[in-house]
């Protein structure tokens, strides 16, 4: 009997819990349009012998199986509706949305000429490039001037000089098209942006919140709304502390509200950080099923291979080039995926693995961003392999290497996750002859499948290794329980039949204990290594 049959059960096994692990975040609402597996929905495996049949999804993504359900139905609908509730309240409008309709944006880059502050990786000219292509991902932006004016301390409240400054304005009010401008600097203060708009009448955005937009306008999830909502707390205490200082201001002090004994400032400060409790509980919450499903998910002994790089690098089409995943629509823009969504595919071996996809990451990406998004890249934290993957034709490829991998480090990641970690470079079609520099890095061309099988036999390599898995052949007798026991307890890859003994030859994947395991049950039996 060959592979095919079994194969394809393993795979479509594997796409079912690719589903389970990306319905951690659907407790709260469905799955977004673009599906973590069609197939996990479309197709129904056959249940080989002996092996246990998975969770099946339903009820707009809850896995009872997988959270340990058994209590009163009815019951958890009540839970579940009182959480839906709250989360309504939770992701209601913000006042930082930014209005509607289209905005022609000047783009200003702040050009450090020495000092610490100063990038060796980088210059102006590709920094306000990457500014303008993060205006260029918004629906109805359109940059209308790019200006770069040096400055000595980008920190200071007005960021540039008094003369540049004047030279600056001077060149805004002469560009009467512009609506808005986007300043190049990782956040400013409130303050400094109500005196900015002042002085050059138009809407002031600075990275962070152009980031943030990005990330709203692409959210699907519930849970990317919550990280979103919780990112925004520190720009609404901001916000508040520079509105009570106009109040001040115009009413000649505090004022205590109906007699309730706080201040209007204390009253938001309090309301504020019950919002913040409540979306940190809920999110808790997610982080509480993820866990659970990852227990699910070791059970299954899937590995996960989660596959990482800087926003717009290739990692979308990289995974659809290894899975064949059609439902896979990769986009070329920036912070395109927000969400984690899992993929199943096969490596050389047969062995069926999960292929996790990522958010992107950003140099000088708000670290209060990062840090809401913690949630969800905690999940790489339990996977046995990460692939990085760059854009080798970046003119800031190395730039970009730099701050993926510092991000990585501050994540307090696991030593054998770094120390194991693949690089992949990508886009190697658009550079002639393309070697690379870098030891054990691969070269491969996602879009075109260049250099794919080397990387899939890569991938297999390190996995064997981190997990301890074995490919090994076995003699079974067919009238025994040897073969219902390694469908129950490992991979079966391939079955080969000899009929005229009753035996045959077992191709499986098998960890290092349930290896231990089958030695101790069946002694007897016939174990022949590749």
């Not at 075109?448 to 991938?459: C, D, P, Q, S, Y």
Request: proline share 6%.
């Amino acid at each position: 009997m060959g592979p095919g049959r079994f194969s394809q059960s393993l795979l479509l096994r594997c796409r079912r819990v690719a589903a389970a692990f990306g319905a951690a975040g659907c407790r709260y609402g469905p799955w977004p349009a673009r599906p973590v597996s069609a197939a996990a929905r479309l197709w129904a495996p056959q249940r080989p012998p002996g092996r246990r049949e998975p969770p099946r999804a339903g009820g707009g993504g809850r896995w009872k199986e997988m959270a340990g359900a058994g209590g009163d139905d009815e019951e958890e609908d009540e839970e579940e509706e009182e959480d839906e509730a709250e989360l309504e309240e939770l992701l209601g409008p913000s006042p930082l949305v930014v209005e509607p309709g289209a905005q022609r944006v000047a783009v200003v880059h702040p050009a450090v000429k020495w000092g610490p502050k100063k990038s060796p990786l980088t210059t102006a000219e590709l920094q306000i490039a990457e500014a303008v292509a993060l205006v260029d991902t918004l629906q109805n932006w359109t940059v209308l001037e790019k200006i770069i004016i040096p400055t000595k301390n980008p920190d200071k409240k007005f960021i540039f000089g008094k003369g540049n400054f004047q030279v600056l304005t001077e060149k805004i009010k002469k560009l009467p098209h512009v609506t808005a401008v986007f300043l190049n600097v990782e956040r400013i203060s409130s303050l400094t942006k109500k005196e900015l708009e002042d002085a050059w009448g138009v809407k002031v955005f600075d990275r962070y919140t152009v980031v943030l937009h990005i990330f709203r306008c692409n959210a699907r999830t519930k849970e990317a709304k919550l990280q979103i909502a919780l990112a925004e707390i520190p720009l609404l205490r901001s916000n508040l502390k520079n509105e009570v200082s106009q109040l001040d201001q115009q009413r000649g002090g505090s004022r205590y509200i109906m007699g309730s004994g706080e201040t209007f400032m204390e009253t938001q400060t309090r309301m504020l950080k019950e919002k913040e409790l409540k979306i940190r509980n809920a999110l808790e919450k997610l982080r509480r099923k993820r866990s659970l499903l990852r227990t699910q998910r070791r059970k299954r002994e899937f590995p996960i291979i989660s596959v990482m790089g800087y926003t717009n690098c290739g990692k979308t089409t990289l995974i659809k080039a290894l899975t064949g995943e059609a439902g896979l629509q990769p986009r070329d823009q920036l912070f395109a995926t927000l969400d984690i969504t899992a993929h199943a595919g096969y490596l050389p071996s047969h062995m069926a693995v999960i292929y996790v996809d990522t958010i992107g990451f950003l140099t000088d990406l708000p670290h209060n961003l990062v840090e809401s998004f913690s949630a969800t890249l905690e999940e790489v934290a339990y996977s046995d392999l990460i692939v990085h993957v760059r854009d080798i034709t970046h003119p800031e490829t190395i730039l970009q290497k730099a701050t993926v991998l510092s991000v990585l480090k501050n994540l307090n990641l696991p030593s054998h996750l770094l120390d194991s970690m693949v690089e992949v470079h990508n886009k190697v079609d658009l550079i002639e002859r393309y070697k690379p520099t870098e030891e054990n890095a691969l070269a491969i061309s996602a879009l075109h499948g260049h250099g794919l099988e080397e990387l899939k036999e890569e991938i297999e390599k390190k996995i064997l290794t981190v997990t301890g898995k074995k490919i090994l052949t076995v003699n079974v007798n067919l009238q025994g329980p040897q073969l219902s026991w390694l469908y129950k307890e490992a991979t079966v890859q391939e079955v080969e039949v000899m009929p005229e003994d009753g035996t045959a030859r077992v191709k499986v994947i098998i960890g290092s204990s349930a290896f231990g395991r089958y030695r101790h049950l069946f002694p007897n039996s016939k174990i022949l290594m590749p």
